[in-house]
């Protein structure tokens, strides 16, 4: 057995841009691991994925040409049908040998091995090593089935007769050990050493690849093709940052844009563009977003992150003369931009308010009316947590941007760029002259758009996109258009996830009392907005459930479970999740919180069997035995402190108060028995059982931390 180097490339047509990087590292893991699996790769083995436009590509070091012989244990059959009762061979185990090609001598090598209840034969066998021809076959064949390829593209051989399904028509296959074509066979082509460089740029017709480990360095010099993706992307943030240097200016930062930009070339030239400046009275996010969707330019910002007038274009070509290259990019842009600046003159002609009409003709949901229904629901739900928030000025301005936060989904703009809204109503109301807390409010009531994303700037903007989240969640999970696995057509995951930041945000703000950010309140207020749509009556619960859930998913990645639960189970306003969470935390260190924890489960296990409510009221008079005495006296002690601790927000010390209850706890459940016969004793002992379980469980539901 010899290692070598291995490379494998399929050449196709020009693949999917925003897919080609993911489809580059499938290729090559899935291709790498499938050899691995079959015993042909060494322990120090390591793969590099290649993807350019028209190719995806795997070198990988040290491949063996055959795999090493490997011993495996084989199941034959149950002793009892092998062997009879002499334990001899029976001609059903003599058969099954013939088919492996031993005969009844290799009874001898037979081991007795347990098989669930019942014993069976097993027998080493050995296993041949593959070769690679055969093991590459099979790795490549895994590779293209298991490709995660966006769309399937069906197209016909040279052979005029049979079809294959890939990504894209498929015109060469690599397949290189060391220097040594290995014969496999892929999408009707079979492998060589061949391949094509650029189509305008390289210097030879046809690439033939000296072994495996040249084809980077000849693509690159004989077929003017980079073809590490990541190389590819750093060579165009280099020039990008050459180029905008020389202007004093920065290209704009877009990862995504980034990514796409070095799927589309195969060895980029970066270029310098511009455009009449005029096109600058444009807001800065119209121009950027053409420039970067439809033409895929890099804009230019100056040092104050506003927009100039230059842009960068990444070419995939290296002309003498660029001019040409340049000029036609600009004349491409130019009406593009030209475009934007009417559309932006002729909305502005028209005020929003003006435009509420046309929002009554834009179906929403078939279930829930139109846009225009919609706005009047967000308006009411946004005046009230304004109202709770900041009284009637801060409802005023509330209601107002809630009046006129869509009105921008009928303008020209919008409709020809759908990701500017709420942008361009900020701009409209700013050229209206209308305050600009409205105007910023009208902007900010989509965030945050993303995890990570900003909140609101202002409390106008927090109580509209309050609104509008919860308006939609209350509406979506009234008609059951609920998300399902990792679909989740209405954003609904994050809509819960913006009222969460929202709330936070409003509370960390410091001039908003944490006793007015109630989400449980204002999910009652919108409750009463769709009352004519008979929701179930729990809807509410269900909502804050669902919301709940998205903090638990953040929280237990830094909590024990049965903490995260603890807290969560008494459906907490959303600021004060965190501070408990902390504060059960240290009670779980403490030496006494285990034995609190189970005589807690133990107390609720005990008062939900109890048919009707138990109150929490202690009759000291009807106290007979000494522990049950001496608990009432211990909760007539940390009671009161718990609770003042409580309710001044030190849930930390409040939890740790209750320290002091396990010993006479623990003497209660000793020597008490709480179901006497005298059914007035029975009911008092379960009233104090209930005022301990009240006085446990204020901060979080310490049951869910027993173990």
């Not at 050449?11 to 291709?31: H, M, R």
């Not at 033939?208 to 040249?214: M, P, S």
């Not at 995504?256 to 310098?272: F, I």
């Amino acid at each position: 057995m010899s290692t070598k180097n291995l490379l494998v490339e399929l050449f196709v047509e020009e693949l999917p841009p925003k897919a080609l990087n993911k489809l580059g590292e499938a290729f090559s893991s899935i291709l790498f691991e499938s050899l691995k699996s079959q015993g042909l790769v060494e322990d120090n083995s390591a793969v590099t994925a290649y993807a350019s436009p028209r190719r995806l590509a795997v070198h990988a070091t040290n491949i063996l040409d055959i795999a090493p012989d490997k011993t495996s244990t084989q199941k034959l059959m149950p002793v009892s049908v092998g062997l009879d009762a002499s334990g001899n061979a029976t001609p059903a185990l003599i058969k099954r040998l013939n088919g492996m090609g031993m005969d009844e001598s290799a009874v001898k090598n037979l081991t007795k091995q347990a098989d669930g209840k019942n014993e069976a034969l097993f027998l080493d066998v050995m296993q041949k090593g593959i070769a690679l021809n055969e093991g590459l076959q099979i790795a490549l064949n895994e590779a293209i089935t298991k490709l995660p390829i966006p769309k399937v593209m069906t197209y016909q051989l040279a052979d005029g007769w049979s079809n294959v399904n890939f990504v894209r028509p498929a015109h060469s296959l690599v397949a290189l050990h060391g220097g040594d074509v290995i014969a496999v066979t892929a999408l009707g082509l079979r492998s060589s050493n061949q391949t094509q460089g650029h189509r305008f740029e390289a210097a030879v017709s046809t690439v033939v690849i000296k072994n495996a480990d040249t084809y980077a360095e000849q693509l690159k010099t004989e077929g003017a093709v980079i073809a590490s993706f990541s190389e590819r992307r750093a060579e165009i943030v280099r020039q990008l940052s050459i180029a905008a240097g020389k202007e004093n200016l920065k290209p704009i930062e877009d990862d995504a844009l980034l990514d796409e930009v070095t799927a589309l070339v195969e060895r980029p030239n970066v270029l310098l563009g511009q455009f009449e400046e005029i096109y600058l009275e444009v807001p800065q996010e119209c121009l950027i977003l053409t420039m970067k969707a439809n033409q895929k330019y890099f804009p230019l910002l100056d040092t104050n992150d506003m927009l100039t007038n230059k842009f960068l274009i990444v070419s995939n070509i290296t002309p003498d003369d660029p001019s040409a290259v340049i000029g036609g990019n600009e004349r491409v842009v130019r009406p593009r931009l030209a475009d934007a600046k009417f559309f932006f003159d002729q909305d502005r002609k028209k005020t929003l308010e003006s435009r509420l009409e046309g929002l009554n003709k834009v179906v929403y949901h078939n279930k829930l009316g139109s846009q225009g229904e919609r706005t009047e629901r967000v308006r009411a739900i946004a005046k009230a947590i304004g109202q709770q928030l900041g009284g009637d000025t801060l409802a005023a301005k509330a209601d107002k941007a809630a009046l006129l936060a869509k009105a921008d989904l009928v303008t020209d703009m919008v409709g020809e760029f759908p990701e500017l809204q709420g942008i361009m109503g900020r701009y409209y109301a700013q050229h209206e002259k209308l305050d600009d807390d409205v105007a910023f409010a009208i902007e900010d009531h989509y965030k945050p758009r993303f995890a990570g994303d900003d909140s609101p700037r202002t409390e106008v903007g927090h109580s509209v996109a309050l609104a509008d989240k919860l308006e939609t969640l209350f509406g979506m999970f009234g008609i059951g258009n609920l998300p399902t696995g990792d679909k989740d057509p209405f954003a609904l995951r994050r809509h819960a996830l913006g009222v969460i930041t929202i709330a936070e945000a409003l509370d960390a703000s410091g001039y908003i009392d944490a006793k007015k950010i109630d989400v449980l309140n204002w999910l009652e207020v919108t409750k009463k907005e769709f009352i004519k749509y008979n929701f179930p009556e729990d809807i509410s619960e269900i909502v804050y459930k669902f919301i709940l859930e998205r903090k638990y998913n953040f929280l237990v990645a830094f909590n024990k479970a049965t903490v995260v639960s603890a807290v969560l189970d008494l459906k907490p306003p959303i600021v004060e999740i965190e501070h408990r969470i902390k504060a059960v935390n240290e009670f779980d260190k403490l030496v006494e919180a285990p034995a609190l924890a189970a005589a807690n489960k133990r107390v609720a296990n005990i008062l939900k069997k109890v048919a009707d409510e138990v109150k929490a009221e202690v009759n000291p008079s009807l106290l007979q035995e000494p522990a049950e005495i001496a608990l009432n006296e211990a909760l007539s002690q940390v009671k009161p402190v718990a609770d003042k601790l409580f309710e001044s927000g030190d849930y930390t010390a409040s939890l740790q108060s209750l320290a002091a209850l396990k010993a006479p706890v623990d003497a209660f459940f000793d020597s008490v028995m709480v179901n006497a016969d005298d059914p007035a004793l029975k009911a008092n002992r379960l009233g104090l059982l209930a005022t301990l379980h009240q006085t446990m469980n204020r901060v979080a539901d310490l049951s869910k931390l027993a173990s």
